[in-house]
């Protein structure tokens, strides 16, 4: 179900013209980079969080998943620095005689600065989650945030309000927006302490 709310982005792209796609299909690229970080993150919170529950230490679970919170926030505080500071440049490398591709692009990596705080955070979170066995919840939240939030805001503020491509991207920042904040108040609720492993 998530692919279909990223094909149904893409394809909303696309229709916008040639420029606009390649541009917004850098920008995937380089948020694919920024995912990355998450989710090694995530894959750590995992094992550690799944590790504690199953050996009857929520509070540890807890310290762990707040630990991996910690060192996510301190790479994407870094990561959008270089989205701010170097979006620009990042562009010109990949299209050095499109000057039109190049604005687009910094438009994107303005949203990325944002996109990319929300993103390592709601990944770790849902690792967090998943670690303890808290999966019907994460499969219903992305669900509903990728294939439902996702393309209908891009698909609003990019054609009826005519915003184009930041329409596109200001959905794609509902999306992780959304996944922040269900799976980040689901992880501070502490229901998940009480999954069974």
């Known amino acids: 179900m998530m692919r279909v709310g990223f094909l149904l982005t893409a394809t909303l792209a696309a229709n916008l013209g040639t420029n606009a796609m390649a541009a917004h299909q850098l920008g995937m690229n380089v948020m694919s980079i920024s995912f990355s970080f998450g989710d090694g993150l995530q894959v750590a919170a995992v094992t550690l969080i799944g590790q504690s529950l199953g050996a009857g230490e929520p509070q540890k679970a807890r310290r762990f998943g707040t630990l991996c919170q910690g060192i996510g926030l301190c790479f994407s505080l870094v990561l959008a620095a270089v989205y701010l500071l170097l979006?620009?440049?990042?562009?010109?490398?990949?299209?050095?005689?499109?000057?039109?591709?190049?604005?687009?692009?910094?438009?994107?990596?303005?949203?990325?600065?944002?996109?990319?705080?929300?993103?390592?955070?709601?990944?770790?979170?849902?690792?967090?989650?998943?670690?303890?066995?808290?999966?019907?919840f994460t499969t219903v939240a992305s669900t509903i945030s990728v294939t439902l939030i996702r393309p209908s805001v891009s698909y609003i503020l990019a054609y009826p309000l005519g915003l184009g491509i930041s329409g596109i991207w200001l959905g794609v920042l509902a999306d992780q927006l959304t996944r922040l904040t269900f799976s980040g108040l689901r992880f501070r609720s502490g229901k998940w302490l009480t999954k069974k492993i």
């Not at 005689?97 to 910094?106: K, L, R, S, T, Y």
């Open 87 to 136: 979006g620009r440049w990042i562009y010109e490398l990949f299209f050095p005689a499109d000057p039109e591709i190049v604005e687009i692009g910094v438009g994107i990596m303005r949203y990325m600065v944002l996109i990319v705080l929300c993103q390592i955070s709601q990944v770790i979170f849902t690792g967090s989650l998943r670690g303890a066995g808290d999966v019907r």
